[in-house]
C-alpha cells in the first residue's frame, strides 16, 4: 500500500473511502465527525441510526470501524472509527493503531482501493501530535491489505510539517 501524506480537508478527498475519527454514538460530533456528517448530509446519520439499532446499541468501541455511505461527499463509502482518549498513564497505542488497521479491513471488505484517513485521536482527544502521526504510519505499513494508497490527510500547515519529519524519519 502507497501512503501518502496530504495537507488538507478530508471531506474534499476523492477516494473511494473516508475514514471518520467518530465518537462511539455514530451521531455525529465536532471536528473530522461533525465535518463528515455535515458534508455527507442526511444518509450517513440514517446508516449510523441504523447501526445503532441493530449491530451497536452501546455504540461502536474504540479501535473497531463499520461503514456506512458517503452521501454527498466525493466517496463511496465513509468508515467510522473510534480512537481512544489519550490517557499518560495508560498505553493505548494498540487502540489506536487498531482504528488504522481495522478501518483498512473494512475498506477491504467493501472494495475500496484509496482510502483518506484523517490523524485519529490527535484532536480533541489529545494524543500527542508527533505520536499519532508515529502510530498512524506504523500500522498503515503494517496491514495486510488490497487498499493500493491510503491518504493521511493533515489539517493545516503545522501538523502537515510534523507528519513530513515523523514520516522521513
Not at 501512503?3 to 477516494?15: N, R, S
Request: aromatic share 6%; hydrophobic share 45%.
Amino acid at each position: 500500500m502507497r501512503i501518502q501524506l496530504v495537507e488538507g480537508d478530508i471531506t474534499a478527498q476523492e477516494v473511494d473511502a473516508i475514514v471518520n475519527a467518530a465518537n462511539s454514538s455514530l451521531l455525529g460530533g465536532g471536528g473530522v465527525d461533525g465535518a463528515i456528517h455535515r458534508g455527507g448530509g442526511p444518509a450517513i446519520l440514517a446508516e449510523c441510526r441504523e447501526l445503532r439499532a441493530s449491530r451497536y446499541p452501546a455504540g461502536l468501541p474504540a479501535g473497531e470501524a463499520v461503514a456506512t455511505t458517503a452521501g454527498a461527499l466525493p466517496a463511496r463509502w465513509v468508515i467510522h472509527t473510534v480512537g481512544p482518549v489519550y490517557d499518560a498513564r495508560t498505553d493505548l497505542s494498540d487502540t489506536l493503531r487498531s482504528c488504522y488497521t481495522r478501518s483498512v479491513a473494512v475498506a477491504d471488505e467493501v472494495g475500496a482501493t484509496t482510502v483518506a484517513f484523517p490523524l485519529i485521536s490527535s484532536g480533541a482527544f489529545g494524543w500527542p501530535l508527533e505520536d499519532a502521526i508515529r502510530q498512524a504510519l506504523t500500522a498503515l505499513r503494517g496491514a495486510e491489505t488490497t487498499v493500493e494508497e491510503a491518504r493521511l490527510v493533515l489539517f493545516g500547515s503545522e501538523t502537515f510539517a510534523a507528519a513530513e519529519r515523523v514520516f522521513a524519519a
